[in-house]
């Protein structure tokens, strides 16, 4: 059993979507934080991209399961506690493998050590010259491994039976149905039949009252009047840890108790490492008869089932965020749909809104949007009517369904794409690397050597460097190459008056079904435009109404001539050839 | 005391700086660029607090800096004084032992704080024997001769002695050693230091094992102590930084003013021109300058760096800038705008001579990335932009417009920018307005007949050349009518685009 086999249904990885260049425009990242959130950002997002997959029986797979969850909210709190407390196991049982010696220290050793130090000293005293240090180190280390290996076996024991007791009792309570959930259940039935665990829970317990352990410890550094270090001493052993603040720190308000010093990070090289490793062995041999006392309890409870558990992190990591998404979606008031495959088409939602912002903002207005294979999709409409939130809805459907995630959608079907591809409009480059023209031309180039006909390409606002009317010709050519190659697009522009240049083109290629005007209405009214978010398919509008949006923002000429006036400004508001500037002098 | 920024040493207020500008103008780059070193980087936003309209702060900056380049030698006296200054703000990490199984604690460190007070001496005296001509270095001079004399400064010597008195010659030191997740010792501090007679009293009594001890474990405890003496030595020196206000302020005044010859040098090395601005009253509008080329571009590795010459009219002028995509046009702009921030700094500007008026403010309108305004909109954002810039628009503003309103339809960006070039215009601001909407620098002699009190219009275009039926960019930029090309088609095919 391992995290694989509740992920892919055969078992191991297959297929993906490229999303290497549109996770920034698509803005996946902030989506993936909101599915994958304890693994930051870059995590988040190369951790989904792992998962991504084009196979049809995986996806169906894990949206069978998420139901599920959604179902059965206290399992999925169960599987998300289990996933916290595997960080600290995680750390707990590579600290066990690397100390294996830990498990072999006997008192015997003690007695050899204080023999070999002896003869150490002896050789220093009679030779003059440095002692077999090796040899020392290799006597010094095993109990540092002893120390390690005891209270990491104690941790790792500890969370380990209370996190299958919990799971145990969540699983009995109904049988699950789903393949994964289905295979969790069968695999923590047999570990606890294994492992004894509620035995092994009574038996930490009592162990745990005899001694607490070792948080934190003070070495005395003994100088002669030439400040030569001439030894050390282990001072005092502690199972708390010190404070952070020091005696300067705070201008006198702290305690002198806390010491001179604020705390300081051990300095990270690799004579530090042989030196921590020095100290905890002094300070491993000075509570060596209680290490190796409750190391020999540890060692006999049965763990067997560590090892599979820690394997399964990413599958829970996964289904419970996952559930997490879907949850927080049904809170906001959004329907959720696992999204069917179909060859038939590139994708179809019904009533499908834009993830990201559906989850932690105000729920978006719902909008359906289809198209088939090879199809282009022109989207026009007002400035600031919501063209943009849709084009990254199409893309953030899209990755949501080959993640084998749930879709805030009433339905949904698509077909999984190879490649997601974007191209957003170009700001200014901030390192001046390239002019804004420049950048988008470069992006064209590497788009079109990396489309497929299983690719989907999207286009926002592109080629607003350079003239209108030569913006728009390269917009068009380019669509109808895309068309040509069967590749399918969404392309969001102003350009509207491209629309029969493009259904001359693709008439002429015989693919007018293909080729869709999408238009982002909005009404007119006496007090201005009114945004009402909904796609419709009609031919583009004549205007995108940008007066409404720059006298949102104080741009009408009234404004920026009565605010420069009220500053003293001598811009004249009523001389007569404002009224030619109004009539439009261009 | 600020004595080699301000005049008399009264640091006057600066306007706050757009934002928006420090971004468009990729001021970040230029200051990471001026920094003398990473420990001495100067941000954007520290330079911007320097911006000035004040001709007297500005020519007493520009003497200062011209002494600096100047004067051989000069630089390297007052980077050793910033070096010592900066061991007042507790920032040194010179620890320096001789012997590595000694401990470094005490004498050594504090001995060399101890030392440092020495170092105001030293400095008055190495910076003396420069024959400087401006009066802020003078009074520099004059400022740390005033301080060596100082009671103030005779009695920080005696605190030192007394609050490091107690940490001489200790013969037990206590280091505590906390464990972290994986059971290692990660973080420590020095808990207690005991002088040899009370260990010897305690020690009788206790039968603790001596740990073995090696070399490596020796040397180790040596660097942990000294690491400790460090975290002591920065805390006993934050009781006396503040009896040095004085002298720390001069840090971050040195770090500018080297900053601005390290920039000029690094042009000269390149064989570009370095110039003082002469300075035009306020009420001229005047800019005019030879041979000005863009510094971002040396900061980006290119070698071939293109000047032009760059004169708006005398009264303000908006310069509507028109011509072929990837010709040199925000080349031009930057330059423009980065010629006139360096003036007001103080600093050398990147051209061989030039006339130049203070401004006001410096206001910039560029594009916006569709990438990260896309879902609020971009023209709603720019738009908020160009409100905000009117909103700040004085007659003695600076413009500079970059392709703005370009995401709406075609005929909705002419008639607002046409409002918008008209309104700027007409509160008589100057600048520039790179644009493909040719119709603006084509009818801009209506623009003028429109608001005939308020600045000039006009127009400017990036040179071509023909080259076998293409066209080869020059950088240059002419005065002369818009020519009604932006050459997509070909930026495409040298992209390597075709369809």
Redesign the interface.
């Given at each position: 059993m391992n995290g694989n086999d509740l992920l892919w249904a055969e078992g191991k990885p297959l297929g993906g979507l490229d999303i290497s260049l549109a996770y920034?425009?698509l803005?996946l990242n902030r989506l993936c934080m909101l599915l994958f959130p304890s693994l930051g950002t870059e995590g988040a997002l190369s951790f989904a991209e792992s998962l991504l997959t084009d196979d049809g029986e995986t996806i169906r797979m894990r949206q069978a399961a998420i139901r599920e969850l959604l179902a059965r909210p206290a399992l999925a709190a169960v599987l998300e506690k289990l996933l916290q407390a595997m960080n600290?196991m995680d750390?707990a049982y590579r600290?066990l493998l690397d100390n294996p010696v830990g498990q072999r220290v006997t008192r015997m050793d003690a007695a050899m050590d204080s023999v070999k130090?002896a003869v150490?000293?002896l050789e220093r005293n009679i030779s003059q010259q440095?002692?077999d240090?090796r040899e020392?180190n290799a006597a010094?280390n095993r109990y540092a491994q002893l120390?390690?290996y005891t209270?990491?076996r104690k941790r790792l024991a500890a969370c380990y039976t209370e996190e299958m007791s919990l799971l145990l009792d969540e699983l009995k309570r109904e049988p699950c149905s789903s393949l994964p959930l289905q295979a969790l259940s069968r695999w923590a039935e047999e570990c606890a039949a294994r492992d004894h665990i509620e035995q092994t829970s009574e038996v930490l317990r009592r162990l745990d009252a005899e001694w607490k352990g070792?948080?934190?410890?003070?070495?005395?550094?003994?100088?002669?009047?030439?400040?030569?270090?001439?030894?050390?001493?282990?001072?005092?052993i502690r199972p708390g840890?010190?404070a952070q603040r020091?005696m300067?720190?705070g201008a006198g308000t702290a305690d002198p108790k806390d010491?001179?010093?604020?705390?300081?990070?051990?300095?990270q090289n690799g004579?530090?490492t042989?030196?921590?490793e020095?100290?905890?062995s002094?300070v491993g041999y000075?509570v060596r008869g209680q290490l190796t006392k409750l190391r020999d309890a540890l060692v006999k409870l049965p763990l067997s089932g560590v090892e599979e558990l820690l394997s399964l992190r990413d599958a829970l990591l996964y289904y419970t965020g996952a559930a997490g998404f879907c949850r927080k979606l049904q809170e906001k008031g959004s329907a959720i749909c696992a999204p069917s495959i179909t060859e038939a088409l590139t994708f179809r939602y019904t009533a499908a809104r834009l993830p990201e912002q559906s989850c932690t903002g105000v729920l978006p207005v719902p909008n359906d949007l289809a198209l088939e294979p090879g199809g282009c999709i022109l989207m026009t409409g007002p400035?600031?009517s919501g063209k943009?939130?849709c084009l990254?809805m199409a893309g953030q459907l899209l990755f949501l369904g080959q993640l084998g995630c749930l879709i805030p959608a009433e339905a949904g079907e698509f077909s999984p794409r190879d490649r997601l591809l974007t191209l957003?409009?170009?700001?200014?480059s901030?390192?001046?690397?390239?002019?804004?023209?420049?950048m988008e031309?470069?992006r064209?180039?590497l788009l079109?050597s990396l489309m497929t006909p299983r690719s989907i390409l999207l286009f926002?606002?592109p080629?607003?460097?350079?003239?209108?009317?030569?913006?728009?010709q390269?917009c068009t050519?380019?669509l109808?190459?895309l068309a040509r190659q069967e590749v399918s697009s969404i392309l969001v522009t102003?350009?509207?008056h491209i629309w029969p240049g493009l259904e001359a083109n693709f008439a002429a290629l015989g693919l007018s079904e293909r080729l869709h005007s999408l238009v982002m209405t909005a009404l007119e009214t006496t007090e201005g435009v009114q945004y009402l978010y909904k796609l419709e398919e009609a031919p583009p509008p004549p205007?995108?109404h940008?007066?409404a949006?720059?006298a949102?923002?104080?741009?009408r000429?009234e404004d920026?001539?009565s605010?420069?006036s009220a500053?003293g400004?001598?811009?004249?508001p009523a001389?007569p050839?404002?009224d030619?500037?109004?009539r439009?002098?261009? | 005391m600020a004595c080699l920024l301000y005049p008399n040493g009264k640091i006057q207020a600066s306007a706050s700086f757009p934002s928006q500008t420090v971004?468009?103008l990729?001021l970040d780059?230029l200051a990471e660029a001026m920094s003398i070193s990473e420990y001495y980087r100067v941000s954007a936003g520290e330079l911007c607090a320097l911006f000035t309209e004040d001709p007297a702060i500005i020519c007493w900056r520009q003497a200062v800096i011209r002494d600096i380049l100047q004067l051989s030698g000069l630089d390297e006296a007052l980077s050793r004084l910033l070096d010592s200054l900066d061991g007042w703000e507790g920032r040194s990490s010179g620890r320096r032992v001789a012997?590595s199984?000694?401990?470094g604690?005490s004498?050594e460190d504090f001995s060399w704080l101890e030392g440092y007070l020495r170092k105001v001496d030293a400095s008055w005296a190495e910076l003396s024997r420069f024959s400087v001509e401006s009066e802020g270095l003078h009074t520099l001079v004059g400022l740390l001769d005033d301080l060596r004399n100082s009671p103030r400064y005779q009695s920080i010597a005696a605190d030192f002695e007394a609050l490091c008195s107690g940490h001489s010659?200790?013969?037990?030191?206590?280091?505590?050693?906390?464990?972290d997740?994986?059971?290692?010792?990660?973080?420590?501090?020095?808990?207690?230091?005991d002088p040899?007679a009370e260990?010897t009293a305690k020690g009788k009594g206790t039968q603790?094992?001596?740990?073995?001890?090696?070399?490596?474990?020796?040397?180790?405890?040596?660097?942990?102590?000294q690491?400790?003496s460090a975290?002591?030595s920065q805390?006993?020196g934050?009781f006396v930084i503040r009896e040095t206000a004085v002298l720390r302020g001069l840090r971050r005044e040195l770090v500018f003013c080297l900053s601005a010859a390290k920039l000029a040098r690094s042009w000269q090395a390149a064989g570009l021109p370095v110039a003082f601005p002469a300075l035009r009253p306020a009420s001229e509008k005047a800019f005019s300058a030879r041979d000005l080329f863009d510094p971002?571009?040396l900061?980006?590795g290119k070698e071939h760096v293109v000047c032009n010459d760059a004169d708006l009219q005398p009264g303000g002028e908006l310069v509507f800038l028109t011509g072929a995509?990837?010709g040199g046009k925000?080349?031009f702009l930057?330059s423009l705008g980065l010629c006139q921030w360096l003036t007001q700094l103080g600093f050398p500007i990147p051209a061989r001579e030039a006339y130049v008026s203070p401004v006001k403010n410096i206001l910039t309108i560029?594009?916006?990335?569709?990438?990260?305004y896309?879902?609020?909109?971009?023209?709603?954002e720019e738009?908020?932009r160009?409100?905000e810039a009117?909103?700040n628009?004085?007659?003695e503003s600076m413009l500079l417009f970059?392709?703005p309103?370009?995401?709406?339809?075609?005929e909705?960006?002419?008639?607002?920018s046409?409002?918008?070039a008209?309104?700027c215009m007409?509160?008589?601001a100057r600048g520039i307005w790179v644009t493909?909407?040719?119709?603006?620098a084509g009818?801009r002699s209506?623009?003028e007949?429109?608001?005939?009190?308020?600045s000039h219009a006009g127009s400017m275009r990036v040179v071509l050349e023909d080259e076998e039926g293409s066209p080869r960019f020059t950088y240059h930029v002419e005065r002369g009518e818009p020519l009604g090309?932006?050459h997509?088609?070909d930026?495409?095919r040298?992209?390597?685009?075709v369809?």
């Open positions: 920034e425009d803005e600290e750390a600290g130090k150490i000293r440095a002692a240090i020392e010094d120390l390690r209270l990491f070792v948080g934190a410890f003070a070495i005395d550094v003994c100088m002669d009047s030439r400040r030569i270090i001439v030894g050390l001493e282990v001072a005092e840890p010190y020091g300067f720190e010491g001179i010093t604020s705390l300081i990070s051990f300095p004579s530090g042989l030196f921590q020095y100290l905890l002094q000075e400035n600031s943009t939130c990254i957003f409009a170009a700001g200014e901030k390192t001046g690397e390239d002019s804004r023209m420049g031309v470069q064209i180039r079109r926002n606002e080629m607003t460097s350079t003239s209108a009317a030569e913006g728009a390269i050519d380019l109808t190459d102003h350009f509207n205007s995108s940008a007066r949006v720059v949102a923002k104080g741009l000429l920026m001539l605010g420069l500053r400004l001598d811009v004249r001389d050839g404002w030619r500037i109004r439009g002098i261009l | 971004e468009d990729q780059r012997d199984f000694a401990v604690f004498l010659a200790p013969a037990t030191m206590r280091i505590g050693y906390n464990l997740k994986e059971l290692k010792p990660s973080r420590l501090k020095l808990l207690r230091m040899p260990k603790k094992r001596q740990m073995m001890l090696n070399q490596r474990a020796i040397e180790m405890d040596a660097l942990l102590l690491r400790l975290q002591a805390d006993i934050s971002l571009l900061i980006s995509n990837q925000t080349v930057l560029f594009a916006p990335n569709g990438q990260e896309g879902r609020k909109g971009l023209l709603a738009a908020g160009i409100a009117i909103s628009l004085t007659e970059n392709e309103l370009t995401s709406t339809g075609p909705e960006t002419k008639s607002i046409a409002e918008v008209a309104v007409a509160a008589g493909h909407v040719y119709e603006l009818e209506a623009l007949a429109a608001v005939p009190w308020g090309n932006s997509a088609d930026a495409l040298r992209g390597g685009v369809f």
